[in-house]
T-cell receptor, first 111, second 111 residues
Framework: SQTIHQWPATLVQPVGSPLSLECTVE??????LYWYRQAAGRGLQLLFY??????ISSEVPQNLSASRPQDRQFILSSKKLLLSDSGFYLC??????????FGQGTRLTVV | GQNIDQPTEMTATEGAIVQINCTYQ??????LFWYQQHAGEAPTFLSY????GLEEKGRFSSFLSRSKGYSYLLLKELQMKDSASYLC????????????FGKGTSLLVTP
């Protein structure tokens, strides 16, 4: 069976510090991978998606970046965090057109 | 582009039936998904409709009308644990089939 791991679960970071969130998928190959952000009381916003190794597409301009160094690894990064980067970050995987499965999420608070 | 609308909040009584509506506009239809999200947790998959009609899965059913751009999620025999946010989503073909989510309907089940 397929599983998705995302860590850490919670993170408190000062403004201007770097960020690295990691997500790995097990039990499948060549998944579509996604990073979403959910601000308090708001809907899920797609940040990045990837359909293959080294291929990243960004949906919104921001100071975040993503990378896919291996088939089942997806990383969300920032060089300098802003207060507005606070939120609930979710990694997900899917087969094209099928349901998406989410990691446990990372609650990021930038202080 | 895509536009997805759901009611923001609903309240229902334990043991009752509740219907959560979703309307969508999309340039290419590839199915519609419903997810459940408890506070502070990741969304979990509930149902998928690609053809018109009703899909039943235990206490939960989902209906789709492609011609009307309309879906609903029907929850029967409500339980307190059904208090959660319910998200309607459609995949976006030109974003690696990433799910585009509505803002979600927050359902409160009362005794």
């Amino acid at each position: 069976s397929q599983t998705i791991h995302q860590w850490p679960a919670t993170l408190v970071q000062p403004v201007g510090s770097p960020l690295s969130l990691e997500c790995t998928v097990e039990g499948t190959s060549n998944p579509n991978l996604y990073w979403y952000r959910q601000a308090a009381g708001r809907g899920l916003q797609l940040l990045f998606y990837s359909v293959g190794i080294g291929q990243i597409s960004s949906e919104v301009p921001q100071n975040l970046s993503a990378s896919r160094p291996q088939d089942r690894q997806f990383i969300l990064s920032s060089k300098k965090l802003l207060l507005s980067d606070s939120g609930f970050y979710l990694c997900a995987w899917s087969r094209a057109g099928a349901e998406a499965f989410f990691g446990q999420g990372t609650r990021l608070t930038v202080v | 582009g895509q536009n997805i609308d759901q009611p923001t909040e609903m309240t229902a009584t334990e043991g009752a039936i509740v219907q959560i509506n979703c309307t969508y506009q999309t340039s290419g239809f590839n199915g519609l998904f419903w997810y459940q999200q408890h506070a502070g947790e990741a969304p979990t998959f509930l149902s998928y409709n690609v053809l018109d009609g009703l899909e039943e899965k235990g206490r939960f059913s989902s209906f789709l009308s492609r011609s009307k751009g309309y879906s609903y999620l029907l929850l029967k025999e409500l339980q307190m644990k059904d208090s959660a946010s319910y998200l309607c989503a459609v995949p976006t073909l030109d974003s690696g089939y990433a799910l585009n989510f509505g803002k979600g309907t927050s359902l409160l089940v009362t005794p």
